[in-house]
Every structure is written in C-alpha cells, then in structure tokens.
C-alpha cells in the first residue's frame, strides 16, 4: 500500500522535503486541509494514523479521493473551503496542509482555526507557494528575445491580497502574503516554528530542464510549527 | 544623549522595525557584529547596556564611531572581521548585527560563533539584505524603455555565494544565502525564533519616491532569535 500514495507523492518536487518534516503519525489524529486526491491523507494512514480527515471544497477531487482510498478504514474526505471548516477544539495531533493556503484570503485566520483545532504541543505542517513567487502575480518567467530565460519577476511584495494568473488557459485566483505574514504571523500567536524549509527540486529530477530552472527562484515555502 | 544615536538610525528605513524587537539592554552585555558607525552601540549603551563591544574591520568606520561615543563609558571598539573574530564562551547576554552578515560568505559560522558567545537564553538580533533582494546580484531595478521601474529579478537563487553589485561607482561584494539557510539553518542548531520581520518603509518615508518603491520588493529581513 505504501506504493500507492507515493506514486502521486514522488511525482511533486517538493515531497522529498515536506515528507523530513512530517511527524510519527502512529495512533495521532490528523486533518489535512485542502486534501486534494487524498495523497497525504493515505500517507498518514499507512504510517499509522488513527484518524485522518481530509478537506476539500473540490466535490470532483474528493471523489477521485474517495476512490482511491476506500482500503484505508482511518480516513473520512468532508467537503468543505477552509474557511468555512468549523472543527472542534483540541480535536487534532497534526495538521497538514499542501499547497493549498494561498488559495484562502486571510493566513491568520487559518492559523487561528488550527491553533484551536490542535491538542496542546500538536504540529501544524504546510506548504505554500513562496511569496517572492506569489508577489508579481503572472508567476511567469521573464524571457529574452531568443525565449531564454532572464529572470523571475517580482513586484507588489508589499501589496498583500488577490492576484490571477493563467494555468493552462485557465485564470487561478491565489492570495500573495508576505513571508512576515506567514511566519511572525505565527510567532505572536503562540506557535514555535520548528522548521522553515525552501524546497528545491531534488537531483534526480535536475535533467529536466523545467525542474533545472526553479534552482533560479524560489517557488515553494514549507513551515513545521508546535501550539505551545 | 538619546538623540544623538538616534539621529544616525532614523534615516535608516529599517531602524523602527528593529527597535521594536530590540531586547531590554538594562545591565545586559551586548556585542554588535559590524557595528559600522557605532550608532546600535550607543543605543545599548543609552538604554543601560553594562557592556558593549561593537566590531568593524573598517578602522576607519571605528575612528568615527569612537569620535561620536568618547561620552559612552561602556562602550569598546574592536578592529576585526567577524570571521576572524574570537569571542569569550557564554560572555554576551546580546548579540547584534545590522546589515553586515551578508558580506560574510558563511551565516552558519557566525550563528554557531554567536551561540557559543552567548550566555543561554542569551539574544541573537540581526538583520541582512533579504535573500529575494541577494539573489540575482545587481541589485539593480528592471526598468522599461520610458524609464519606469517594470520590476525586481530574482535568479539563481538556490546558487548561494559571491556576488558582486556596485554602489556609487564601487564594486561591493556580498554572498546571496536563501531564507533557508537563515532561519532553517538557526532552527536546526538550537535556536528558537521569536521574530521574522521583512521591515517596509514607515508610512512617514513614503512620500520618497525611492522609499515608495520599496514596498515592490523585501529588501531586508529581521531575525530575533534565542539561545536554547
């Protein structure tokens, strides 16, 4: 079993870090925040997670979620945007959240919905898009008259809130925060940060020339933090 | 006497953020790595500081600051680099630094030169041009045909090192470290963080066109961390 979460795990640059970070999952109880096709959430169930509950608002993912986890008896999908979550106190040891927090407007609203969700000294895991790559809002690269890369833009780093961008055609809505807003946001509510982590693509994905450039900027933020 | 260091911090932009997650100095043993003009030194020495020993390779810099802090009995200057730098064990209750770490090519031995310094629960307060703003090297804006600032470049950013820009006609050589390396590099050698703050220009600077731009971009980071 454990091969099947990670085929959809190794295929991310950034899991090869996220997963150092992770916590012993045995007997904790986990929530996972914008779950998406339910890779984490298999993840924490196959290393021994007594309950995991995955949140998505996309009914379309937590169905493909659905399908692919129904050997996992720990694991329960609940539809629903983070924002509007409402979740019992000190419920949870771990929450997870993969690149989903820029999605949501407010980071310290999440941040103190997690912190009441947490049972005393529990983890809160996340990954985000790195605001030096959220600032400018195209999150393209600036090319040369020859289509070589120049650089990576970045502009309105100050300028927190809504910026849309083009994904395959289609516009994404995303949240710029600053880098302050995530982590001192965190340190003046009561959260110790454990690790404060940029991942880069790993060597063995540096032959692919896509993965090669993000070496020239820095695309991914992941956060480890404790309620104390 | 309180104005007179202060005059030389307010035209920094960044002096109102860093007051702010200075220490209480009353009786405390402050170094300042890179002490320059000797103005964070006087601060200490003005708020109560027992003893403060300010460091710069720049003679010259020293003959300055010893010519403004003659009134400043705790005070001494030291001509050294930091990396050559040999410091008492657990002698400092404080260590600062503003604006010079990033002309030293490692922040690792200096974070473990300064935690062998620092008596336990000790402070390690500094700030360092910001990783997006280290990254490329120019450090220079992107302007357009009209002359119009289009945007700041980030590249090479997982390429940490030598880096050359110039300031007034001069070459300056600093060495691009990614927030990784800082805050990671601090969590994983027992440290905890208790402030990561990336300082925008007070609304009273920004009627300056040149402060103004600074909130397209983070051009320093904060650090506030303690000895654990």
Redesign the interface.
Known sequence: MMERSQKGLAGAGEWHTLQQVLPDFKEKSVLDLGCGYGWHCMYAAENGASKVIGVDQSSKMLEVAKSKSYEYAPIQYVQSSIEDLQLKPKSFDVVLSSLALHYVPSFNDVAKKVYDALKNNGQFIFSVEH??FTA?GSQEW?YNDKGMI??????????EGRRESNFLGEKIVKYHK???TY??GL??NGW???????P?PPSSMLLNEQMYNE????MMLIVAATKQ
């Open positions: 605001p030096t400018e600036l120049e650089h990576f833009p970045v502009d309105r780093y100050f300028e600053t880098l302050t982590l001192n340190l003046e110790v940060l454990n690790r404060v982590i940029e880069s070496l020239r900027r820095p």
